[in-house]
């Protein structure tokens, strides 16, 4: 089974407009965090958010939020205001810490497009 | 502003050719990652070392590809022979990451992008 799902491969928004980018996990252990990156047509993945499994907030960085609902195991992304430098491929990744396991496992990607 | 820094950026091979990729994780951090992004695959974990020592390569052939982090401040991905299915980028990342602690990010280099012709 796979670890994080994302299931739109490519999504469009209008500049200025808010945009939800779906993630689902899987995992059994109690203790885990969730990650989202930023993957620039220039390559380099670039960290944007963090949640951790036991946080009762939803975390916010700018204009970056995690809309976080444990229940389903689901941790979406919410960009707020679009720019068009948002556009770019966005990963969701999570580490288990119950098995020791120190990597990063990512998800397929959803490839974001700003429109003007 | 401290980062990961890979070296080379680009490199086209033939076949056959042995390959090195080398990266300089950020000072202080004690965990470095070997990860392989294709279209196909997305990112695939290939290796990782804690302080130096290898923790977990079970996502690297074996047979070709060697991983090794000979001081603190270089790791080292090697594949030799090369095939054209290496092609990929491969990132390195480093991290702080202690016992039982899951809240920290990885920090990703620029990435190799290799073509194996």
């Known amino acids: 089974a796979q670890k994080i799902t994302q299931t739109q491969p490519g999504m469009f928004v209008q500049e200025k407009e808010a945009v939800t980018l779906d993630c689902t996990y899987d995992t059994s252990d109690q203790s885990y965090g969730l990650f989202w990156y930023k993957q620039p047509s220039s390559g380099e993945m670039i960290f944007l958010i963090y949640?951790?499994?036991?946080?009762?907030q939803n975390a916010t960085e700018g204009r970056y939020s995690l809309n976080f609902q444990k229940a389903r195991k689901s941790a979406n992304l919410v960009i707020s205001a679009s720019q068009l430098g948002d556009s770019a491929m966005y990963f969701c990744?999570?580490?288990?810490?119950?098995?020791?396991?120190?990597?990063?496992?990512f998800g397929s990607g959803t490839r974001l497009q700003v429109q003007p | 502003d401290a980062r990961v820094t890979q070296t080379p950026r680009h490199k086209v091979t033939e076949m056959g050719q042995e390959v090195t990729m080398r990266c300089q994780p950020i000072l202080g951090h004690n965990t470095v990652f070997w990860y392989r992004q294709t279209m196909m695959q997305g990112l695939e974990l290939l290796a990782y070392?804690?302080?130096?020592?290898?923790?977990?390569d079970s996502g690297m052939p074996k047979d070709r590809f060697s991983a090794e982090m000979p001081d603190a401040t270089l790791a080292t991905l090697k594949i030799q022979p090369s095939e054209p299915r290496d092609s990929a980028v491969y990132f390195c990342a480093s991290g702080l990451v202690l016992g039982g602690q899951y809240n920290s990010p990885l920090h990703f280099g620029n990435g190799t992008r290799l073509t194996v012709t």
């Open positions: 070392f804690r302080n130096r020592a290898p923790l977990d």
């Open positions: 949640q951790g499994s036991y946080d009762e």
């Open positions: 990744a999570m580490r288990e810490a119950d098995t020791g396991r120190r990597a990063l496992t």
